[in-house]
Antibody, heavy 125, light 107 residues
Framework: EVQLVESGGGLVKPGGSLRLSCAAS????????MNWVRQAPGKGLEWVSS????????YYADSLKGRFTISRDNPKNSLYLQMNSLRAEDTAVYYC??????????????????WGEGTTVTVSS | DIQMTQSPSSLSASVGDRVTITCRAS??????LNWYQQKPGKAPKLLIY???SLQSGVPSRFSGSGSGTDFTLTISSLQPEDFAIYYC?????????FGQGTKLEIK
């Protein structure tokens, strides 16, 4: 069964750090781009970061201002999100999601086809 | 950045109704548009990718259309399990922005 399981969430004080993990199983992890998406309480989805298969290309939402770092360990089938200088507005459920490409004609279309159940991060004093 | 705007923000409908949700991009995204469904307390689920391609296992009552800046998600005959929040997402560039969501409620 294809599965993603996030962990590492919790309560942290403003200015603190947290490292999220996402364990993948049931597919060849090293063949897929991976993503982090978050959802603040009662709010919509916000894309956070993406990483390509070999970590050659990494992308972040502008709003993060260099505080977050995405990484992956392919032999361990794991994705990570290091979050520093945390703020109250970072409080959210953080999802990891697998990226998939589909070739149609001459175009590759990208979408997120497998999601974990999420891990909750609460930033509060 | 590409801004994605959905309308309406919420919608009341009855079982059996035909429902259409609209997503507009702030610039042309050709057909790089995905739709997701999210139920309370659950992870999002992919419904449609590349504007109109149905993800495997998704019922055929869901369909997507559009290109450029204007897109629609249509549910041909609402079922009880379809009441949820729907999000569009652009994948034209690598800042994969989402729309703000459309909450579909039971009338």
């Amino acid at each position: 069964e294809v599965q993603l399981v996030e962990s590492g969430g919790g309560l942290v004080k403003p200015g603190g750090s947290l490292r999220l993990s996402c364990a993948a199983s049931g597919f060849t992890f090293s063949s897929y781009n991976m993503n982090w998406v978050r959802q603040a309480p009662g709010k919509g989805l916000e894309w956070v970061s993406s990483i390509t298969t070999s970590s050659a290309y990494i992308y972040y939402a502008d709003s993060l201002k260099g505080r977050f770092t995405i990484s992956r360990d392919n032999p361990k089938n794991s994705l990570y999100l290091q979050m520093n200088s945390l703020r109250a507005e970072d409080t959210a459920v953080y999802y990891c999601a697998r990226g998939q490409y589909q070739l149609q004609g001459l175009n590759y279309y990208y979408y997120m086809d497998v999601w974990g159940e999420g891990t909750t991060v609460t930033v509060s004093s | 950045d590409i801004q994605m705007t959905q309308s309406p923000s919420s919608l009341s409908a009855s079982v059996g109704d035909r429902v259409t949700i609209t997503c507009r991009a702030s610039q042309s995204i050709r057909r790089y548009l995905n739709w997701y469904q999210q139920k309370p307390g659950k992870a999002p689920k992919l419904l449609i990718y590349a504007a109109s391609s149905l993800q495997s296992g998704v019922p055929s009552r869901f369909s997507g259309s559009g290109s450029g800046t204007d897109f629609t998600l249509t549910i041909s005959s609402l079922q009880p399990e379809d009441f949820a929040i729907y999000y569009c997402q652009q994948s034209y560039n690598t800042l994969y922005s989402f729309g703000q969501g459309t909450k579909l409620e039971i009338k």
